[in-house]
Nanobody, 119 residues
Framework: QVQLVESGGGLVQPGGSLRLSCAASGSISSIYYMGWYRQAPGKQRELVAIIISGGTTNYANSVKGRFTISRDNAKNTAYLQMNSLRPEDTAVYYC?????????????WGQGTQVTVSS
């Protein structure tokens, strides 16, 4: 059974940094993409950043220049380095991945990790 486990959330002051990790486990053959979404209270879940198997990345305009997504293929782990954090970055951050484990491609979500930016 495939699992995505996030870690690294917490409370940080405006201007601070956090690094989120998402580790995929299970009988995984290949991972097409890994990404981070976030959902703030009363708002829809939105894409923050995504990294495709070849290394191509894409970011929401609101985080460009501040957040960096990376991936360690050997560890099936994605990271989100978040710098210059703002109060509006406060949300639950979810890891998302499309991968193959057994037959066919499936999409998976992590349980979410809270990021709070506040003084």
């Amino acid at each position: 059974q495939v699992q995505l486990v996030e870690s690294g959330g917490g409370l940080v002051q405006p201007g601070g940094s956090l690094r989120l990790s998402c580790a995929a486990s299970g009988s995984i053959s290949s991972i097409y993409y890994m990404g981070w979404y976030r959902q703030a209270p009363g708002k829809q879940r939105e894409l923050v950043a995504i990294i495709i198997s070849g290394g191509t990345t894409n970011y929401a305009n609101s985080v460009k220049g501040r957040f960096t997504i990376s991936r360690d293929n050997a560890k099936n782990t994605a990271y989100l380095q978040m710098n210059s954090l703002r109060p509006e970055d406060t949300a639950v951050y979810y890891c998302n991945a499309q991968l193959t484990a057994g037959s066919g491609a499936t999409t998976h979500w992590g349980q979410g990790t809270q990021v709070t930016v506040s003084s």
